[in-house]
Nanobody
Framework: QVQLVESGGGLVQAGGSLRLSCAAS????????MAWYRQAPGKEREMVAR???????NYADSVKGRFTISRDNAKNTVYLQMNSLKPEDTATYYC??????????????WGKGILVTVSS
């Protein structure tokens, strides 16, 4: 089994910054895709940022230039640096990883989510 644990959320004023972390542990051979999603109340879950094993990154248009995704493959950890936060960034943020397990099968895993609240 593989577990993802997120940290770093909380309450911040508009214009402020937060850094989210998500660490994976368990039966891991390699992690290809690491991503962050978010879901605001009453809205569908949306992709925020994603990072492939080839160091390609993609961002939602709404966060380009403000958020940066990075990864530490040795630690099986992905980060999301969020700057210039806006009230509309308020959501529960979820970590997602596509993991190749030590049994060489591929599985998709999600964290439990972490709340980010941006006050105006």
């Amino acid at each position: 089994q593989v577990q993802l644990v997120e940290s770093g959320g909380g309450l911040v004023q508009a214009g402020g910054s937060l850094r989210l972390s998500c660490a994976a542990s368990g039966s891991i051979f390699r992690i290809d895709l690491m991503a962050w999603y978010r879901q605001a109340p009453g809205k569908e879950r949306e992709m925020v940022a994603r990072s492939t094993s080839g160091d390609n990154t993609n961002y939602a248009d709404s966060v380009k230039g403000r958020f940066t995704i990075s990864r530490d493959n040795a630690k099986n950890t992905v980060y999301l640096q969020m700057n210039s936060l806006k009230p509309e960034d308020t959501a529960t943020y979820y970590c997602n990883m596509n993991v190749i397990r030590r049994t060489y099968d591929r599985m998709d895993y999600w964290g439990k989510g972490i709340l980010v609240t941006v006050s105006s």
